[in-house]
């Protein structure tokens, strides 16, 4: 099973990803759930989580910084899905310039969307492992080179009092 690592500094955000999908069934396990991105950085040197679903903008190290970090010591993993409340180019821009696999934004994602930027992620962590890592994938360091909303909704229908939001 790969792992994933869900990163918001909105606690509703967070439950409502971890109710939307049916994650095993996508041969996916959540390893963690923080709240902003330097109590990410630990558990990503923890549990090396193959894909990260990350705010970008949050309190202490933002979603990109962490992003950014993460490259700093692996040009491969963990793969990157980027939310946001924003639709700021630019922050899209640096996402996709770190790698990142989608750019999401809250107030439009549905599960499906979800799933979709799932299989695109998987499908990245495919290409970039190897046998020689528990679980198929290969940690390699930085070499120099960066590889080139219904959460609202859902968390309306998925958890009591959400509807408030």
Not at 88 to 109: I, P, T
């Amino acid at each position: 099973m790969m792992k994933v690592l869900l990163v918001d500094d909105e606690p509703l955000v967070l439950i409502g990803m971890q109710s939307m999908l049916n994650w095993a069934k996508l041969g996916l396990e959540i390893v963690g759930t923080a709240r902003n991105g330097a109590d990410a950085w630990t558990i990503v040197q923890g549990q090396h989580p193959d894909i990260v679903i990350c705010d970008v903008m949050m309190p202490v190290m933002s979603g990109l910084d962490l992003a950014e970090k993460c490259r700093e010591v692996d040009t491969t993993l963990p793969v990157f899905i980027m939310l946001t409340s924003y639709e700021e180019f630019e922050y899209a821009k640096r996402s996709l310039r770190l790698g990142a696999v989608e750019y999401l934004v809250k107030m439009d994602l549905t599960p499906e969307l979800l799933e979709n930027a799932l299989h695109r992620a998987i499908e990245r962590v495919k290409k970039r492992a190897g046998p020689s890592h528990p679980g198929g994938h290969r940690r390699r360091q930085r070499s120099g080179a960066v590889p080139g909303s219904a959460v609202y909704p859902a968390l309306r229908r998925s958890v009591p009092g959400a509807g408030l939001l």
